[in-house]
Every structure is written in C-alpha cells, then in structure tokens.
C-alpha cells in the first residue's frame, strides 16, 4: 500500500514490543542466577536457612518484572535474604539501580510530581510515585555529598596556573516557621573552580551549611581531584567577608579578586547620589578605567577628593565616605590589570550563572519549600551532574 503510515502509533507498538521481550529475557536471566544455593549471611557469614523459592516484582527500565528466586534465613542475625536482591543492589521496593540513575537524572532537573509524568511518557509505564522518587534522590542525592573516587593522574598538576575560583551565597524558600506565620529563608553556598584556558571542564560544589561546614566541604573537593592552593590563579567573591576568611583560611596565598561588576554597582551607586545621570555615568567609566588600568593611586586620589568635597548625602550606605572605606577595605583585591593581562577573569559571571543554573532553576520554583537535608540532596545531584561526575558516582555504586 502507499498510503500514509502511522509512524508514531508503530513506534510504540515496537517500543511496546521490545520492552516486553527484554522484560522476559531478564525474567529468565535473573531467575537463573538467583535459584543458586542460598548462601550465607553477609552481615555475619552464618550459613542461611533455605526458605524455599519465592517471588518478588523488580522495577526496571525494561518495566517491572516478577522474579523467582531463593530466600534464606539467618538464625544468628534474624533476617531473611535472598542473594539475588543482594546482587542486584535492588532497594526494597524491587527498583532496580538502572532506573534508580534515570529517576535521580530526572528528578535533579525538575519536581517531583513532573517527573513521575515525564517518566510514564518516555518509559512507557508509571516507575514509581513522587513520594518515592524523592526518597531515592534524597538517598542517592545525600550519598553525593563524599566526592566520588577517581584516580588521580601523576602528572596532574599544571605547569602554569589557570583555574579560579569563585564563591557566593544566594538565598531559598525553607520550610514556613509555624509559629511565626512566616516563611524561612535559607543561604545556600556555592563555589566555582573553573579553567581560564577551558582546557578541564568546571566543577560545583553547593551547601546549605554555614562558612566552616561549607569550607570543609570545599577543602575535601579539592583534595578528591588532587588539588590545592597552588592550582589557583585568584579567588573572587562579591566581598563577602566569609568567603575572604574561607579564602585565607583553606588558601593562603592565593590572589583575592574583588568582582569588577560588584564594584562597579558601589560605584555606581555613590555617584548617582552626587550627581545627574550623565555626570555620573562619566565618573563612573573613569574610575572603572583606572581600576581596569592598575591606576590604583589615581583612583584612590580621586576617592579621597570626592569624600571631601562632597556634600554627605541621606543615605549613609552610599555616601563618599562609605565608598572610600569599602575599596580601602578591598585595596589588596583591586589587582585588575594583572587579571587582565593573564587572561583571566574580572567578573563574577561565572558564579552568577551557577547560581542560577544549579540553585535557582531547581530550587526556587514557585510553592516549593524546603528542608536543609532535601535541598542539600538535590543540590549535590545537580552539583555532581553540572562537574560531569554523576556517571562517575553510579559506575561506582554498581562496583560497591
């Protein structure tokens, strides 16, 4: 015939087709392995009481799936066990860690009651509910927090130093304080390591811990890859004085970098307080010039002029003088022409578009709310799939 055909309509006829006879050949597969010997207890290695055969249904990519296999029994520990269910490192609902990795890959960009929707179109069947979904990216997510192991080259240190890090912090929607009748707010800390020359891919790491925990965190991710202070070209923040404390604490040393476009608003923000739009737009440029010029004398001198002729204004946060002492305060960190002149960056760009893209997209979604644990579950799924180690952590789940 040569009429039209229906193409979706046959695809998943075939998809369904498929689906059931990979299903059945896993059947038969998993049967066979798991009507061996019962074994022994792996907790205590006491030889288990045979149980007989007994049958489980498997959640899997293939759909979900009834096995047969040998259960036992341990006298000592009192607990059953079947060495297949062991084997598989299937968790107790039957769901196996294939689907498992393609439940957390969902979950980590989208909620969970979008995921269950998203996962019965693709897979073609209902994998598990939301509630269920959350419980395993909230296990899997937590386990995410220990770096994963990778082997470390001998050779990886670099011969000259190009990666940067950035640090900041931005705010999410806590669960509502019942008392109160007001919703809390939590900071969630993010870094940025990344390469000026792009040569390795950047890495995240985010938490929802105060200064100390986060800088622990942090220290612990830059050991796992074999690396230290001496890999880093500077450090740049927005000013935060955690971060230059985190800075010098955990990287001494290393050059600190003021965000230019964080100075700028200062900047900007005295100026239009003092003068017309145009006026102040000029001054602006001109000061930014010198900072960009390593005219640090000359835009301190001009500072200086400003705060003393000028009149004060309302606001005290922007007032001449306020702007004088935040770049006194930053002096050593206004090393701009230096940036420039390696190649390597002058504003925080790179920590602002984390933020958005491993925080907010996922955790500022309208009514969401969150617990400390939940949001740090989630931030490290995202954190460990944007660094490119979320297949890492699964081929070493499958090896464990």
């Known amino acids: 015939m040569d009429g039209p055909i229906d193409a979706g309509a046959e695809e998943e006829l075939f998809r369904e087709l498929g689906q059931r006879a990979a299903a059945a050949a896993l059947a038969r597969r998993w049967e066979e392995a798991g009507a061996a010997a019962v074994g022994t207890c792996c907790e205590c290695g006491e030889k288990l009481q045979d149980l007989g055969i007994r049958e489980k249904e498997f959640k899997t990519l293939c759909g979900p799936i009834v096995v ?6 341990c006298k000592r520990c009192h607990r059953t066990a ?3 269910d062991e ?8 769901i196996t860690p294939g689907l498992q990795r393609v439940i957390c890959r969902t979950a980590l960009e989208m909620a969970y009651e979008p995921t269950v929707a998203l996962l019965k179109d693709t897979l073609g069947f209902t994998p598990c509910s939301a509630r269920e979904i959350e419980r395993i990216a909230d296990r899997h997510g937590r386990a995410m927090e220990k770096p994963p192991n990778e082997e ?17 912090g931005t705010m999410i929607p806590g669960l509502p304080d019942t008392r109160e009748h007001r919703l809390i707010w939590h900071e969630v800390k993010l870094a940025a390591v990344v390469d000026a020359k792009d040569i390795e891919l950047p890495f995240y790491m985010a938490s929802t811990g105060n200064a100390e925990v986060f800088g622990a965190r942090l220290w612990e991710e830059f050991k796992s890859r074999g690396m230290d202070g001496d890999d880093l070209a500077q450090i740049m923040a927005d000013g935060a004085p955690w971060i230059w404390n ?5 990287f001494p040393g290393v050059p600190q970098l003021l965000d230019l476009y964080h100075a700028a608003e200062h900047l900007h923000k005295t100026a239009k307080t003092l ?12 000061r930014l010039k010198q900072l960009r010029a390593g005219e640090l004398d000359d835009f301190f001198k001009e500072l200086q002029e400003v705060a003393q002729e000028c009149e004060p204004v309302d606001s005290d946060s922007s007032s001449p003088k306020k702007l004088l002492n935040y770049f006194e305060s930053n002096r050593c960190r206004l090393g701009y ?10 504003g925080s760009g790179v920590i602002e578009s984390a933020g958005r893209h491993i925080v907010q997209q ?12 939940g949001a740090q579950a989630i931030l490290n799924l995202r954190a460990r799939h944007r660094s490119g180690q979320f297949e890492q952590y699964w081929e070493n789940y499958a090896a464990a």
């Open 68 to 73: 047969r296999r040998r259960m036992g029994y």
């Open 82 to 84: 079947t060495a297949l």
């Open 87 to 94: 084997r598989l490192n299937a968790d107790d609902t039957g």
């Open 152 to 168: 470390i080259s001998a050779g990886r240190r670099r011969r000259k130093k190009t990666c940067c890090l950035a640090m900041d």
């Open 246 to 250: 985190l800075a010098e604490l955990h």
């Open 275 to 286: 003068w017309p739009d145009a006026q102040a737009s000029a001054w602006c440029e001109q």
């Open 337 to 346: 022409a230096k940036a420039i002149e390696n190649n390597l960056p002058v």
């Open 362 to 373: 996922r955790l500022k979604q309208s009514g969401m709310r969150w617990s400390l644990p």
